[in-house]
């Protein structure tokens, strides 16, 4: 019978080994420890190559630092420490097949359903059970998602208030003028007011003019808050312009 092999990543050296030591205990598992980030990634990445990857990634949701801000996962720089909703973000994409599955020390919703959205297979407390881990271990490798009762219900909660925002951030996306959604293109490019008049043809204060339109008709105050609302509504930025 083949043996899961698991990878533990956490940055306190005591947990780790300790962790990785119960785990190794059982006759069907195989594991490993790592202390960061790039060391995670660089071992997932050899051990694919050498013909024997990991299955599961149990990851700190801590790693590298405090939590990150509630919202869309960050995008992670395979580099460095982004703590374990970037690592997640990272795992997933570099191997897709491979089960992630993050430890915290309490339930908390909006960053279970960061890492969801990550590419995450559940989220255990660290306290929990060997018995309850091992089962999460084993109920990924058969495409099972796990989280607390309690904490299903605030993930849903949270998808649900997503869906809601961005169904509100679409309407008022609607109730620009084309050229209004051109500028606000724009303005998620991160383009200026100059550079904007000389990408659309237009005066700056013609420029001006439509991005006093766009704040008023989204309803709000900086080019910041109309970008965000702009990307919770799924538009991206104007396409680059091609190379002269």
């Given amino acids: 019978m083949a043996r899961i092999r698991v990878l533990v990543v956490d940055d306190h050296r005591v947990f780790a080994e300790s962790l990785a030591a119960a785990l190794a205990a059982e006759s069907d598992v195989e594991v490993a420890a790592a202390g960061s980030a790039p060391v995670a990634l660089r071992r997932l990445e050899r051990a694919a190559a050498e013909g024997r990857p990991f299955d599961v990634l149990l990851v700190d949701a801590d790693l590298g630092g405090p939590p990150p801000p509630a919202g869309p996962p960050p995008q992670p720089d395979p580099g460095t420490s982004g703590g374990g909703t970037a690592l997640v973000a990272a795992a997933h994409a570099a191997r897709p097949g491979t089960r992630c599955v993050v430890l915290a020390e309490c339930d908390d919703a909006p960053r279970a359903t960061a890492a ?3 590419g995450a297979c559940g ?71 100059k550079a904007v008049a000389e990408r659309l043809f237009l005066s700056p204060h013609t420029v001006r003019t439509h991005m006093q339109n766009v704040l008023g008709k989204l309803g709000v105050h900086s080019t910041l808050a109309a970008v965000a609302l702009a990307r919770r509504a799924g538009v991206g930025p104007a396409d680059p312009e091609p190379a002269s």
């Avoid at 060997?130 to 309690?150: K, Q």
């Avoid at 219900?153 to 208030?161: N, S």
């Avoid at 997503?162 to 490019?189: I, Q």
């Fill in 123 to 193: 989220w255990v407390a660290k306290d929990c059970s060997l018995s309850r881990l091992l089962a999460v271990v084993r109920g990924v490798l058969r495409d099972e998602t796990h989280l607390s009762p309690t904490l299903l219900t605030g993930v849903l909660r949270e998808l649900t208030a997503a869906r809601r925002h961005r169904s509100e951030s679409e309407h008022l996306v609607a109730s620009l003028t084309p050229r209004e959604r051109e500028v606000l293109r724009c303005m998620v490019a991160g383009l200026g007011r």
């Fill in 116 to 118: 969801l959205a990550a």
